[in-house]
T-cell receptor, first 114, second 115 residues
Framework: GDSVTQMEGPVTLSEEAFLTINCTYTATGYPSLFWYVQYPGEGLQLLLKATKADDKGSNKGFEATYRKETTSFHLEKGSVQVSDSAVYFCALKMNSGGYQKVTFGTGTKLQVIP | EAQVTQNPRYLITVTGKKLTVTCSQNMNHEYMSWYRQDPGLGLRQIYYSMNVEVTDKGDVPEGYKVSRKEKRNFPLILESPSPNQTSLYFC??????????????FGQGTRLTVV
């Protein structure tokens, strides 16, 4: 079946450091790919998405490129802030006979220290 | 404001006492689903609904029930809660089931503890 693998956390960075959170996927077709962010005590909210190969999603300084050849969707940010501390989930969505199947990774906790 | 509202946010209950967690969305979305979030396991889908009166099991449906009598509401029912259902629960909604590029909107979560 479909699956998403994220790098294990937690990830601890100093403010202004470069961030990469790896995400790879396996899917039988051509999924849409998403990054969701969960701030402490809150639900998940969409951070960015890409719907086809070579698309780049970007938002709030975060970027991720849909790489079909490596089945990856790594999340990057050039300079993290303390306010970026959260849990980040990579996810894919496939259509299966009209049913939206969303598969999430296990989440990566990011802690940014001043 | 577009939102998914869950209630309650926090709940402590005893084994075997039936409970319902409500979920309501104001975006006229067809598709709604319930997830549970557990450490090291990420989010796992419990049940989903493609439209009114259309529901189906997700990956971990045992011990749960749902109903979809109205488009905006999708309650999660635990008929006889057990301690292994202690978890953080999220309701989500999104547009038409046939569109894979649409995002899901999540509620703020319900922290359930069963003792």
């Amino acid at each position: 079946g479909d699956s998403v693998t994220q790098m294990e956390g937690p990830v601890t960075l100093s403010e202004e450091a470069f961030l990469t959170i790896n995400c790879t996927y396996t899917a039988t077709g051509y999924p849409s790919l998403f990054w969701y962010v969960q701030y402490p005590g809150e639900g998940l909210q969409l951070l960015l998405k890409a719907t086809k190969a070579d698309d780049k999603g970007s938002n709030k300084g975060f970027e991720a490129t849909y790489r079909k050849e490596t089945t990856s969707f790594h999340l990057e940010k050039g300079s993290v802030q303390v306010s970026d501390s959260a849990v980040y989930f990579c996810a894919l969505k496939m259509n299966s006979g009209g049913y939206q199947k969303v598969t999430f990774g296990t989440g990566t906790k990011l802690q940014v220290i001043p | 404001e577009a939102q998914v509202t869950q209630n309650p946010r926090y709940l402590i209950t005893v084994t075997g006492k039936k409970l319902t967690v409500t979920c309501s969305q104001n975006m006229n979305h067809e598709y709604m689903s319930w997830y549970r979030q557990d450490p090291g396991l990420g989010l796992r889908q419990i049940y989903y609904s493609m439209n009114v009166e259309v529901t189906d099991k997700g990956d971990v449906p045992e011990g749960y029930k749902v109903s979809r009598k109205e488009k905006r509401n999708f309650p999660l029912i635990l008929e006889s809660p057990s301690p292994n259902q202690t978890s953080l629960y999220f309701c989500a909604s999104s547009l038409s089931p046939g569109r894979s590029n649409t995002e899901a909107f999540f509620g703020q979560g319900t922290r359930l503890t069963v003792v």
